[in-house]
Nanobody, 120 residues
Framework: QVQLVESGGALVQAGGSLRLSCAASGSISSINAMGWYRQAPGTQRELVAVINTSGGRTNYADSVKGRFTISRDYAKNTVYLQMNSLKPEDTAVYYC?????????????WGQGTQVTVSS
């Protein structure tokens, strides 16, 4: 079992920056990848960024490439999302997730979300 707690969401002006944090606890050694998703009102939840435990490979949504950076502090069991040059379209609830992949099963865990609001 993995528990995830997000923090760092806030109201920020367009062009500003925020850093979101996701602290993981529980069966931390079993996590294969962690990521950030977001969901705006009336839209589907979408992938923002992911990072793999092995190799540290990352992937980003086209809409955030060059502006957002995902990273992980293994000593603190925390994944971060640095968001720069924020736009009003970035307004959403941001969710942290973790993937635990076994031989025959795969489990996905989610945090409760943190609100990011970007004003014009």
């Amino acid at each position: 079992q993995v528990q995830l707690v997000e923090s760092g969401g806030a109201l920020v002006q367009a062009g500003g920056s925020l850093r979101l944090s996701c602290a993981a606890s529980g069966s931390i050694s079993s996590i294969n990848a962690m990521g950030w998703y977001r969901q705006a009102p009336g839209t589907q939840r979408e992938l923002v960024a992911v990072i793999n435990t092995s190799g540290g490979r990352t992937n980003y949504a086209d809409s955030v490439k060059g502006r957002f950076t995902i990273s992980r502090d293994y000593a603190k069991n925390t994944v971060y999302l640095q968001m720069n040059s924020l736009k009003p379209e970035d307004t959403a609830v941001y969710y942290c997730n973790a993937v635990v992949a076994g031989t025959l099963i795969q489990s996905v865990y989610w945090g409760q979300g943190t609100q990011v609001t970007v004003s014009s």
